[in-house]
């Protein structure tokens, strides 16, 4: 069974940075794509930032030149630096994991951007 787990959110200042991690386990099928979503109150999911096994890493405007998206090199854990956070970060955070056959997502972790 297939689980991804993050950590990593908190409250912070705006301006401020955090790390997210999320790890995966029990992945059999060879894998695709990791990436963040996040989910602000009231807002549709988003696309954060993929990254591949082909070409360079695929982030949204909003998040451009502020955040960077790696993995390790088993490709089993994906991270997230979020580096000059705005209060219009705050939102919960999911990583997603997309194999051959399905994707799968954890369960989240809040991050929240004070003023």
């Known amino acids: 069974q297939v689980q991804l787990v993050e950590s990593g959110g908190g409250l912070v200042q705006a301006g401020g940075s955090l790390r997210l991690s999320c790890a995966a386990s029990g992945v059999t099928d060879s894998i695709l794509a990791m990436a963040w979503y996040r989910q602000a109150p009231g807002k549709q999911r988003e696309s954060v930032a993929t990254?591949?096994?082909?070409?360079?890493?695929i982030y949204a405007g909003s998040v451009k030149g502020r955040f960077t998206i790696s993995r390790d090199d088993a490709g089993r854990q994906v991270y997230l630096q979020m580096n000059s956070l705005k209060p219009e970060d705050t939102a919960v955070y999911y990583c997603k994991l997309t194999t051959v056959r399905l994707g799968y997502w954890g369960q989240g972790t809040q991050v929240t951007v004070s003023s």
């Open positions: 990254i591949t096994n082909f070409g360079s890493p």
